[in-house]
């Protein structure tokens, strides 16, 4: 039964040292690209430590995000929650909202292009082709 | 330890990190951390197993993150800079992370240092309590 406890545990820590690596990964991206465009070398102690705090920071915005919704009566966290979590920094806050918006206009778009695509079905296939190339080109 | 198990799942770490990548091309303006993973790190932390994320929430979060990571990377590079440092270190990062942290972090975690200014002027590290 020990065993069992043990073998649990130590996939739990596999499986987050796996997140945490994935993160590291993309850190590791982002900061080679303002790397790149600043013309400064980061310390791959420095991109560890962004990493690292990035990884602590989710647990903090998971947890904010689940009481938020949970304050508003909602199991479902949603955009609105999202930007509490921007509160604290007013161009933070703007720059979120303007996402926000501007995720909710493609989504919009890209729900009336798939209506659109399966009202055309069985017609104009050329202009499906043309919808599908404009979809994968963004 | 840490090395060993890093070696073993090296396989399974490859696959989850192109797996990350290949859902970020298939989601216009889903750039910097990929939904999938982004979902992955939330859920993570949950403490209900009923508690969900919108596909909205999630790419709103994946910009958010991505804006974290940049900005403490920019400022880190201001303060080099300012430093005429010949790259970003540590050093660089421990100084500017405070203020960002403030400007994102969550209440809990800063309302008890508001009457503790040596504390706050430290890395962030000392706050794990």
């Excluded at chain 1, 949970?70 to 479902?76: C, K, S, V």
């Excluded at chain 2, 421990?94 to 009457?115: F, M, N, T, Y």
């Excluded at chain 2, 200014?117 to 794990?128: E, F, I, N, R």
Aim: hydrophobic share 35%; aromatic share 4%.
């Amino acid at each position: 039964m020990e065993e069992e406890a043990e073998a649990e545990e130590q996939q739990r820590f596999s499986y987050q040292q796996r997140l945490k690596a994935a993160v590291h990964y993309t850190v590791g991206c982002l900061c080679e690209e303002v790397a790149l465009d600043k013309e400064m070398q980061f310390s791959k102690q420095t991109i560890a430590a962004i990493s690292e705090l990035t990884f602590r920071q989710c647990e903090n915005f998971a947890k904010d995000l689940e009481m938020f919704a949970r304050h508003a009566r909602r199991t479902t966290i949603n955009t609105e929650d999202v930007k509490l979590l921007a509160r604290r920094s007013n161009s933070l806050l703007k720059y979120i909202t303007d996402k926000s918006e501007e995720i909710a206009q493609i989504n919009v778009e890209r729900k009336a292009r798939k209506k659109k695509k399966s009202e055309d079905g069985n017609h104009n296939s050329r202009e499906l082709a043309e919808a599908g190339v404009v979809e994968s080109e963004k | 330890m840490i090395s060993t198990r890093a070696r073993l799942v090296e396989g399974h770490l490859q696959l989850e990190i192109t797996a990350g990548a290949t859902q970020n091309d298939h989601h216009p303006g889903g750039v910097g951390e990929g939904r999938e993973l982004v979902s992955r790190l939330l859920h993570a932390h949950f403490k209900d197993d009923k508690t969900k994320v919108s596909g909205d929430s999630l790419q709103l979060m994946a910009e958010l993150l991505k804006i974290f990571v940049v900005e403490a990377a920019v400022r880190a590079v201001r303060q080099a800079q300012a430093e005429d440092a010949i790259l970003v270190d540590v050093d660089q990062l421990e100084k500017v992370l405070p203020q960002l942290v403030r400007e994102c972090g969550s209440v809990h975690r800063w309302e008890c240092l508001a009457g503790r200014p040596h504390l706050s002027a430290s890395s962030p590290q000392l706050l794990d309590f």
